[in-house]
């Protein structure tokens, strides 16, 4: 059975910085799609981002140039650097791994992000 376990959420001011983790155990198969997705109350769960084995990188344009997520493969580990927060990205923010085919689709329990003052 397949873990991702994140860590890394909490209470921040605007204009702050927060590093989310998300590390996999288990029988991890072939991954190729590591991704952060978030869920504000009321609303759907939207893409933040992703990135492949290849390492190609895709944002959600709200956040563009604040954003940055990375991997370490070897260790199944994805992080996401989130910088210059504002209140819109307070949500419960979720890890995914996965294969391309979404055969293998994998989901963290979430961490919450508020940003406020």
């Known amino acids: 059975q397949v873990q991702l376990v994140e860590s890394g959420g909490g209470l921040v001011q605007p204009g702050g910085s927060l590093r989310l983790s998300c590390a996999a155990s288990g029988s991890i198969f072939s991954i190729n799609v590591m991704g952060w997705y978030r869920q504000a109350p009321g609303k759907q769960r939207e893409l933040v981002a992703t990135?492949?084995?290849?390492?190609?990188?895709n944002y959600a344009d709200s956040v563009k140039g604040r954003f940055t997520i990375s991997r370490d493969s070897a260790k199944y580990t994805v992080y996401l650097q989130m910088n210059s927060l504002k209140p819109e990205d307070t949500a419960v923010y979720y890890c995914?791994?996965?294969?391309?085919?979404?055969?293998?689709?994998?989901w963290g329990q979430g961490t919450q992000v508020t940003v406020s003052s």
């Open positions: 990135i492949t084995s290849g390492g190609s990188t």
């Open positions: 995914n791994m996965r294969t391309y085919s979404r055969i293998y689709d994998y």
